[in-house]
């Protein structure tokens, strides 16, 4: 597509429910992130995607957070048990590669409120 | 691990005015990009201007322009002409060259009002 797309836009879920968070990057980017952007915060990393290769987890704040890639395209982005702390904007990115020289694209993130 | 400093939370600017928001960064290493974006209301955030630490010259797009003191680590942003539509969060931005070179590390952000 033309550019980076998440869905759902807004999410309100109730505490203990699990929901799911979908990113469609960019068509032709090797290169898939997940970012979490918190009130009053800067943005943390959360997860790398880059072609076939195994994703780096290493932003994961949880086991109940996990996240795949399907035919190196669409993502999705699961949190299960939802917990109040886990409610934010969520968002995704796309790069052409893994090098990113030029940065990221982002979309317009999903924010996700736990009630 | 790098860290990434904006010092000022909120900054308000009159329209056509100039401003100027500040970012220091901590790194040991000596190849790298600074990047600085811009999330307005919608969310989305849009890629302002970048700079890459090997190059002395400061980047310029239009009317944002950046001052890089690499001794200093510091990477400060310059809007000149301010317009309504530039009211936004600014994040500053640090990403490593080369290796696992491909995450971001974030600033906290400043949001910057333009007043008409």
């Known amino acids: 597509g033309a550019g980076v797309s998440q869905s759902p836009s807004n999410k309100v879920t109730e505490k203990g429910k699990d929901v799911e968070l979908r990113c469609d990057p960019i068509?032709?980017?090797?290169?898939l992130y997940w970012y979490r952007q918190s009130l009053g915060q800067g943005l943390e990393f959360l997860i790398y995607?880059?072609?076939?290769?195994?994703?780096?987890k290493s932003g994961l704040p949880s086991d109940r957070f996990s996240a795949e890639r399907t035919g190196g395209s669409v993502s999705t982005l699961t949190i299960q048990r939802t917990q109040q702390e886990d409610s934010a904007v969520y968002l995704c990115?796309?790069?052409?590669?893994?090098?990113?020289?030029?940065?990221?694209?982002f979309g317009s993130g999903t924010r996700l409120t736990v009630v | 691990a790098q860290t990434v400093t904006q010092s000022q939370p909120e900054m308000s600017v009159q329209e056509a005015e100039t401003v100027t928001l500040s970012c220091t960064y901590d790194?040991?290493?000596?190849?790298?990009?600074l990047f600085w974006y811009k999330q307005p209301p919608s969310r989305q955030m849009i890629l302002v201007i970048r700079?890459?630490?090997?190059?002395?010259q400061n980047a310029t797009e239009n009317r944002f322009s950046v001052n890089f003191q690499k001794a200093a680590k510091s990477f400060s942003l310059k809007i000149s002409d301010s317009q309504l539509g530039d009211t936004a969060m600014y994040f500053c931005?640090?990403?490593?060259?080369?290796?696992?070179?491909?995450?971001?590390?974030f600033g906290k952000g400043t949001l910057l009002t333009v007043n008409p």
């Open positions: 995607f880059q072609g076939n290769s195994a994703p780096d």
């Open positions: 990115a796309s790069s052409l590669d893994s090098s990113a020289l030029y940065g990221y694209t």
């Open positions: 931005a640090f990403m490593k060259h080369g290796g696992s070179n491909y995450k971001l590390t």
């Open positions: 068509s032709g980017h090797t290169a």
């Open positions: 700079q890459e630490a090997y190059k002395q």
């Open positions: 790194t040991s290493e000596n190849n790298y990009y």
